[in-house]
């Protein structure tokens, strides 16, 4: 009895490799779409937990702790520590603190205090349609993110 040939031809094997192609290209577009979105994530994870640090330093220290953002140069820094932590110069930053905590308007601090209690205020980040709230509490010095 005769067992006719098993398997794929070259025509099958190509159009199922295109189709591949095809499918991982629009995959690779749909990942680096969401790199602008995971960066301005990861930054503000970093700001929120150098005023959670700050918080804590000034809880264990018995002093007063600030972290200034310095609107100018996209940077921002923490009073007891020597490291400047810069942010891309895509992102635009708008705070909403006290009159009294801005430097030549362009540097504004976040103060905490030995009570856990802090100045409070709101930190904007911006980067095109992508948008990042950092929440300061003023009673509480609690430091929560949230995105629109």
Do not use: C
Not at 4 to 28: D, K, N, R, Y
Not at 90 to 99: H, M, N, R
Not at 127 to 136: A, F, P, Q
């Amino acid at each position: 009895m005769y067992k006719p040939a098993q398997g794929f031809t070259l025509i099958e094997l190509t159009v199922v490799l295109l189709i591949m192609v095809l499918g991982f290209s629009a995959i690779g577009t749909n990942i680096s779409s969401g790199n602008q979105s995971s960066q301005l994530k990861a930054l503000s994870r970093d700001l929120a937990s150098a005023l959670r640090y700050a918080r804590g330093q000034a809880l264990i220290s018995h002093n007063e702790v600030s972290v200034a953002i310095n609107l100018a140069e996209n940077t921002y820094k923490v009073s007891n520590r020597d490291k400047i932590y810069h942010f891309s110069d895509e992102i635009e930053v708008t705070l909403v603190i006290a009159q009294d905590e801005f430097k030549n308007d362009e540097i504004g601090q976040l103060r905490f205090y030995p009570d856990g209690s802090s100045s409070g205020g709101r930190i904007t980040m911006e980067w095109g349609n992508l948008v990042n709230i950092i929440d300061v509490n003023w009673l509480s010095g609690k430091v929560e993110i949230s995105d629109k």
